[in-house]
C-alpha cells in the first residue's frame, strides 16, 4: 500500500495499482480470509507516518484480525496505530535501525502485538541478507541472525518477504522459508511468490511455514481465498472453513 492505495509489484519494483484497501479487506473478510497485512511501503522511505485514516476506516469494515506497518519509528507510533483498531504492528526499517524499539514495544503491549516484517534477498546459495527501506538498502546484515535477535527481544511473529520471489507467481521462497522456522521459535508467515495452489500446500509443509500471505493471486482474481482453502483442506492441511 502506498498513498492510500493498494499496489503490488514485482522484487518490490514495477508497482500496479490494485485498488482501494478498505474495498479490498472488506472483500477479503467476505471471502473467509484469517487475517489481513497492511503494509505502507513507502512511509519510512518518505520519512513520514502511516495513513491512519485508512486503517480506522479498515477497522470499521472487517472482523478478523489485521496487522498494519511503514514508517512505524516510535512506542507512540504503535500504540496510534493501535488505537486505530490494528491487532498487530508490523516493524521493519525503524527496528533494524533501533532493535529496542521491539522490545520496548513488547514491554508496552505484549509480543502478540509486535510483528517484525523481515525483506530478504539471496546472496549466495544458503545465506540471505536483510534489505530495508522498502527493500532498496543492503544491510548485509543475515536474515537468520536478525530473525534470531529479533525474537530474542520480543518480537511475537515474523513476516518473511522474500524479495527474490516476489510477485513472480513462480513459488515461495521454500529454502529462506524454512532456513528461519528452524531457527526461531515463533510463528512464521511466508510471503513472495504465490502463483499457483500447490505453492501453498509446499511453503506450509516443506517450507514450515505457519501462515502463507498471498497479494497478486486475490487482488486480480486468479484465486480466491475460499478456493486455497479447500484445496488445502482436501489435501489435510488444517485451515478454517
Known sequence: MTEGKVVKGIKFK???????????AAEYDRQG?????????????????????VVRR??????IPFSV??????????????SSGADKVSV??????????I????NEFGSQCVV?????????????????????EDTNMSAIDWAKKAVSLGAGEILLTSIDTDGTKEGFNVELTRAVAK?????????????KLEDFVEILTVGRADAALAASLFHFKELTIGKVKEYLNERNIAVRI
Open 92 to 101: 521493519n526499517t525503524g527496528a533494524f535501525r533501533n532493535p529496542h524499539l
Open 183 to 195: 531457527t526461531v521459535n515463533v510463528s512464521i508467515i511466508a510471503s513472495g511468490g504465490a502463483g
Open 58 to 63: 479498515t477497522a470499521c469494515e472487517v472482523t
Open 69 to 82: 506497518g511503514g514508517g512505524i519509528r516510535t512506542v507512540e507510533d504503535m500504540r496510534l496505530i493501535l
Open 103 to 106: 522490545s520496548d514495544c513488547a
Open 116 to 136: 517484525l516484517s523481515l525483506d530478504a534477498r539471496k546472496k549466495d546459495k544458503t545465506h540471505w541478507n536483510v534489505f530495508i527501506n522498502g527493500g532498496r
Open 14 to 24: 514495477t508497482f500496479r495499482d490494485a485498488g482501494d484497501p478498505v474495498r479490498l
Open 33 to 53: 480470509a484469517d487475517e489481513l497485512v497492511f503494509l505502507d511501503i513507502t512511509a519510512s522511505v518518505e520519512n513520514r507516518d502511516i495513513l491512519l485514516d
